[in-house]
């Protein structure tokens, strides 16, 4: 499936190139379905360029700026944000783009990989623009547009639409009507799947993150193996305005308790948490072992006092790491090492940490263990609830 998945995504870049040479707008039509003949494929896409041949270009853009004023939340939010935005663009049949300057800009630390998303203002010269603050329940602006399958354009009226979002959607995207048309590939993979590879058609590390990451962590290692896991506490003074966040707090025995059972001369460690007291508790216990990233922690939405643009930069090399480690546990309402999760090249050996146990699970069934999160099914039934109860 992974491998029929790669191809849809190229078949998307090589579209997408085409459809630029050839119209005076980006479009991103309908991947081929599998029982299309090379013929009724280039049927189709001709039909869909041509239709659309001669407007002008509009734009979608996901927007997370100092310019604002307002939170975009944390990595996974504004990942979840950005992955609802590109399918989004590809309904409205609008070019995407990212506009990301908070706490600092994106692009300094990641760049296009295979698709230029980097915004520039001048697209707005003879352009009208309007600015859509869609983040937590604002989302039902858009309400009829994003599950009734309404047309997006009926909302977005400019040339270019900016929009703020924290949510993902892809499960409520699958129950609009001709979403199998219009993007066939929403339809036939999993949601984890769907973010590895998009994730990875929008983005890889700059070269300043990349000598980053192997300055502070590819050459410190030693073993051929790395087990991680992701602490949240939500205690941690260096973010004292964020507190407890009502987040459920693990037992941290189960874990050192596993990593105790670890082969030292193996594994390496890694622990990312948004608090000092437990990664200075790992590395007294494991001084040999463990392996970390430099910076204050912080909140890159909410640095308090600390440096953002380093505190960005340490979230996101602990983000990385956690993606190539070869055993992962994951904590409750972790969007930040579940996305880690879903990017990483290995399906299996995650771990999720509950209560008091540490329950083998995997990319696909982590959000059935630990329902209650950014990405997970509770969540997103609880959305509904509210959408037909205020």
């Known amino acids: 499936m992974l491998i029929f998945l790669q191809v849809a995504v190229l078949i998307l870049i090589l579209v997408y190139k085409y459809s630029l040479e050839s119209t005076n707008i980006t479009f991103y039509p309908a991947l ?3 029982q299309d003949s090379e013929m009724d494929y280039e049927n189709k896409k001709y039909e869909t360029l041509t239709k659309y041949r001669g407007q002008k270009t509009k734009y979608i853009v996901y927007d997370c700026t100092k310019a604002r004023n307002t939170s975009c939340s944390g990595w996974s939010d504004r990942i979840a944000g950005i992955m609802t935005t590109f399918i989004i663009s590809i309904l409205a049949k609008r070019q995407f783009l990212i506009n990301f300057d908070t706490p600092c800009l994106l692009q300094d630390y990641v760049v296009p990989a295979h698709y230029d998303w980097r915004y520039n203002s001048s697209i707005l010269v003879n352009r009208t623009s309007s600015y859509h603050y869609l983040k937590g329940r604002h989302y039902k602006k858009i309400d009829k547009y994003m599950f009734g399958g ?6 977005f009226k400019h040339d270019v639409d900016f929009l703020l979002m924290n949510w993902d959607f892809i499960n409520e995207f699958r129950k609009r009507p001709n979403i199998a048309y219009d993007i066939p590939w929403i339809t036939k993979y999993h949601q ?10 929008l983005f890889k ?4 993150s990349v000598h980053a990451l192997n300055r502070h962590y590819r050459t410190k290692r030693r073993r051929n193996k790395i ?7 939500g205690e941690n003074p260096n973010m004292p305005e964020i507190g407890t966040r009502n987040r459920p707090v693990p037992s941290l025995k189960v874990l050192w308790d596993y990593f105790d059972s670890l082969n030292k001369n193996e594994y390496d460690l890694f ?3 948004d608090t000092d007291g437990v990664k200075t508790f790992a590395k007294e216990r494991y001084p040999e072992n463990m392996i970390d990233t430099p910076g204050k922690i912080t909140h890159i939405d909410q640095p308090y006092k600390n440096d953002p643009v380093e505190g960005f930069l340490k979230q ?8 190539e480690c070869d055993i992962l546990v994951i904590p409750p309402k972790s969007g930040f090492s579940m996305l880690a999760a879903f990017i990483r090249n290995k399906d299996d050996g995650i771990f999720c940490l509950k209560k008091e146990e540490l329950v083998p699970c995997s990319r696909y069934t982590m959000t059935d263990i630990l329902p209650e999160g950014k990405f997970g099914i509770k969540l997103m039934g609880k959305i509904g609830k509210q959408r037909s109860t205020s």
């Open 150 to 155: 309404s047309d997006f354009n009926t909302y």
């Open 205 to 208: 590390l700059s070269s300043l």
């Open 227 to 233: 087990a991680c896991a992701h602490i949240r506490i």
């Open 316 to 323: 996101l090399l602990d983000f990385y790491i956690l993606s």
């Open 192 to 201: 984890v799947d769907i973010y590895k590879h998009v994730y990875n058609l």
């Open 271 to 273: 622990i990312a948490s």
């Open 32 to 34: 081929r379905n599998s």
